[in-house]
């Protein structure tokens, strides 16, 4: 499905223009800010060719701004060939623009998806093909690896909560998982939908779990609270195809947003309305069709220390932003190459820069 092309790993630079009319804007209202927000940054991308590998997948940040990505070297369309050799991590800094190292993974080990770090330094990163969660210490050049309990879970996106406890989807067997460093248990939720197909996650600032279930057939976003209570709030009252949550994440205000992949679409969960088993406080939106013959798919997203929710499109070859007030328009921009197939990779850095594969 993803093309050779995808090994290429983009950077979008945003230079912020600070200075008196901003701070001007900024005192006139969110609002005005937002609708503006595009005039505010001069864009510019550029590409970097991975250093080892194919296939690109996830990228998270280290303490120091360093880029870390996940390079399992085939596409998990919905599995990698049981052939497929250990993946590799690359890491890459972005103050000299040069690749500081490529890890590959141990003998025994399978491919990293998605990637996150923990308070301590240490990488965290869901193996599907091989169902287990694996751990890199960079200080002391280590891994170790846990098999997941529930046989071929299918670990897929990762997030490190405040507790330093490590939660995943298990996107094949229709649960969230939670591995704990310290006592080396795991525990697991599962989801009343037995065709869930659980994908993103993303911890909000009161440690509750945030999860978008995949399946058109279910699309919902679903919450673990802090106190241990499952709930599922709908997208839509009535589901149709292409609806497929992917990848989630917090606004500053504590909103939860998702992408929608192919129906075109962002979503987005106002906690303070939402109520669980209903679409209270929920709001799509929709961006332009910019090429002719091709579909649309919404895939990866994040957002800039403004309230931007930046995301892109992997058939359109696009990316682009919406304020997170859900006031205002759409701003995209073209990749560096056409084609490129950007996917689930796109994150927004301290520096509000835009990395996305």
Sequence with gaps: MLNTRKIIL????LLMLIGSAFLALSMAGYGIYS??????YSVTARDFHIPAGKDPWGTTFDSNGHVWLAIPSCDPAPTCNSNTPAGKIAEYNPSNSSWMNTYQLPSGYAQALFLAFDSQGRLWFPMPMNNSIGMFNPGKNTYQQWAVPTGNAGPWGVAVDLNGKVWFTEHYTNKIGR???VTQKFLEVSTPASNSHPYGIVIDASNNVWFAE???SVALIGEYTSGGKLQEFKIRNSLVSGLTPH?????PGGNIWW???WVGMIGELKVGQAVPG????VTEYAYQKVCGNCSTHTAGMSVDSHGLIWFDDSEQAIFGSFPDSGSGSFTTYNTPTSHSQRHDGLRVDGQNQIWFN
């Design 278 to 281: 209903t679409n209270k406080g």
């Design 214 to 216: 995949n399946n058109s």
């Design 247 to 251: 990848l989630i994440t917090v606004d």
């Design 10 to 13: 983009s950077l979008l630079a």
């Design 35 to 40: 609708t503006y927000a595009h005039q505010l």
């Design 259 to 261: 992408t929608e992949g």
């Design 179 to 181: 591995f704990d460093p």
